[in-house]
């Protein structure tokens, strides 16, 4: 079974900081990636995932995240936050050729950008 | 594309009602759909996998008697809330995974349902 971690439960910063989302997860099997972003009373939208290949993926707003899996991790980073960026966002593992294509959700985080 | 829709949006019914919530798939054929519930500032929680023509798997402590899915077509899946009462009141969101894929799923915009 699978498990996944969201280490901080909200991350406020100011604008145009840096920041990092952390994501660690569990699993006796190969899994791919993803991180979703959620902006109040919507649905979920990928920011990016990881199946395989390199392990560093980037978003086109300029988000990345880096599959590190001798620490079991797939952090979420951005050099510089935007107002915009104020959502919470979910970190997701599935199971690699899993013929159910469940995700397992992390807990969430919250990042609030301060002007 | 991958788009999904939600109908309704949002709902408020009377306790004892019964309420449906559809997803569509918009452009893309969709033979997997799930459905989650999501309280506030919380997760998602997975409540069942709904594959085109076949039942539903539902998750350990869901009532596949109150919350009746439907899976008619590669587009279309249903979510009945039977007998809703005050604690049934939540977000319920949608997902679609493409035939061909990468178990990405693609959400709905999700339904709120207020039960009075």
């Known amino acids: 079974a699978q498990s996944v971690t969201q280490l901080d439960s909200q991350v406020p910063v100011f604008e145009e900081a840096p920041v990092e989302l952390r994501c660690n997860y569990s699993?006796?099997?190969?899994?791919?990636l993803f991180w979703y972003v959620q902006y109040p009373n919507q649905g979920l939208q990928l920011l990016l995932k990881y199946l395989s290949g390199s392990t560093l993926v980037e978003s086109i707003n300029g988000f990345e995240a880096e599959f590190n899996k001798s620490q079991t991790s797939f952090h979420l980073r951005k050099p510089s936050v935007h107002i915009s960026d104020t959502a919470e966002y979910f970190c997701a593992v599935s199971e690699l050729g899993s013929n159910t294509g469940k995700l397992i959700f992390g807990q969430g985080t919250t990042l609030q950008v301060k002007p | 594309g991958a788009v999904v829709s939600q109908h309704p949006s949002w709902v408020i019914c009377k306790s004892g009602t019964s309420v449906k919530i559809e997803c569509r798939s918009l452009?893309?054929?969709?033979?997997?759909m799930f459905w989650y519930r999501q309280f506030p500032k919380q997760s998602l929680m997975l409540m069942a996998t709904?594959?085109?023509?076949?039942?539903?798997?539902?998750e350990q402590g869901v009532e596949k008697d109150k919350f009746l899915i439907n899976h008619a077509s590669l587009t279309l899946s249903t979510l009945t809330v039977t007998s809703a009462h005050p604690e049934d009141s939540s977000f319920y969101i949608c997902s679609a995974q493409r035939i061909v894929g990468d178990n990405e799923q693609f959400f709905g915009p999700g339904t709120r349902l207020t039960v009075l």
């Open positions: 709904s594959n085109e023509g076949s039942k539903a798997t539902y």
């Open positions: 452009d893309f054929q969709a033979t997997t």
């Open positions: 699993s006796s099997v190969s899994v791919y």
